[in-house]
T-cell receptor, first 112, second 114 residues
């Protein structure tokens, strides 16, 4: 995969609301789609991932959906909390499986 | 396990100087990689390795060299530092021999080139 577009670049929500971040990719051979969370001054950490043979995956308040036909995938966070405030990165690994391409990130702010 | 470690945490260089950023992991991971993170640019892959003795270029390899003589270590060398290389550098590793596995990141090295 060579190009991943991520939107929005910033997102501000009230505590308890839902947040949705979307990414599109161009390589039809892409088969792995992780999401990373990076708190201020910290390292990125994986929060959820999905592979191309699955359309949706959930882990408590976090879910990821994948539409391979449209080449886009989304991160959904429900019942947001202030500790969800961070930069979120989507990524995709293309047909070569050796390179992970990241989106430019979304700064999520959850207001108490 | 210490996980993925990086040294130094901070470094200031003058244009033209060379240096090596160290990365080590004690998880017996096969895949290791280097990223640079610049404001508004996300994480961009510099070089990666799928095992000892094997390295390849990522998205932005110019000005950087790597080697992988052991499974544990994956140093990144800046040959002649330029202000454009001012960035935060992250090393990452994963168990599988490719990028379709959880990447464990090191704490990062903040580099400033004057």
């Amino acid at each position: 995969g060579e190009n991943v577009e991520q939107h929005p670049s910033t997102l501000s929500v009230q505590e308890g609301d839902s947040a949705v971040i979307k990414c599109t990719y161009s390589d039809s051979a892409s088969n792995y789609f992780p999401w990373y969370k990076q708190e201020l001054g910290k390292r990125p950490q994986l929060i959820i991932d999905i592979r191309s043979n699955v359309g949706e995956k959930k882990d408590q308040r976090i879910a990821v959906t994948l539409n391979k036909t449209a080449k886009h995938f989304s991160l959904h966070i429900t019942e947001t909390q202030p500790e969800d405030s961070a930069v979120y990165f989507c990524a995709e690994s293309g047909g070569s499986n050796y390179k992970l391409t990241f989106g430019k990130g979304t700064l999520l702010t959850v207001n108490p | 396990n210490a996980g993925v470690t990086q040294t130094p945490k901070f470094q200031v260089l003058k244009t033209g100087q060379s240096m090596t950023l160290q990365c080590a992991q004690d998880m017996n991971h096969e895949y290791m990689s280097w990223y640079r993170q610049d404001p508004g640019m996300g994480l961009r892959l510099i070089h990666y390795s799928v095992g000892a003795g094997i390295t390849d270029q990522g998205e932005v390899p110019n000005g950087y060299n790597v080697s992988r003589s052991t499974t544990e270590d994956f140093p990144l060398r800046l040959l002649s530092a330029a202000p454009s290389q001012t960035s935060v550098y992250f090393c990452a590793s994963s168990y599988d021999r490719d990028s379709t596995d959880t990447q464990y990141f090191g704490p990062g090295t903040r580099l400033t080139v004057l």
